[in-house]
Nanobody
Framework: QVQLVESGGGSVQAGGSLRLSCAAS????????MAWFRQAPGKEREGVAA???????NYADSVKGRFTISQDNAKNTLDLQMNSLKPEDTAMYYC???????????????????WGQGTQVTVSS
């Protein structure tokens, strides 16, 4: 069983930055994909950024150049550095994981079977 716990959400003005972190526990497999998703009220959950344990990444077009996904394999953490935030980035952000490494790491929610509880990000104009 894998447990994922997100932290780092909050409120920020447009143009500001936030850093989200996801702590994974109970994980025993070597190879996996992990990702950040977000869901705004009334909208579908969408993939933001994904990363394999070998470091390969994949980003949604809407966040390329602004968001950076990173991991610390020794600590089993996955971070999302979010810069130049926009009001449309406002959403609940979720960490997700799967015991498979896909190439490229997927941004589709159906590819993941472990999910955190989410952390809220609010960007004001």
């Amino acid at each position: 069983q894998v447990q994922l716990v997100e932290s780092g959400g909050g409120s920020v003005q447009a143009g500001g930055s936030l850093r989200l972190s996801c702590a994974a526990s109970g994980y025993t497999y070597t190879w996996y994909s992990m990702a950040w998703f977000r869901q705004a009220p009334g909208k579908e959950r969408e993939g933001v950024a994904a990363m394999n344990r070998d470091g390969r990444t994949n980003y949604a077009d809407s966040v390329k150049g602004r968001f950076t996904i990173s991991q610390d394999n020794a600590k089993n953490t996955l971070d999302l550095q979010m810069n130049s935030l926009k009001p449309e980035d406002t959403a609940m952000y979720y960490c997700a994981a799967v015991h498979v490494s896909y190439y490229p790491p997927p941004l589709g929610k159906d590819s993941y079977n472990y999910w955190g509880q989410g952390t809220q990000v609010t960007v004001s104009s």
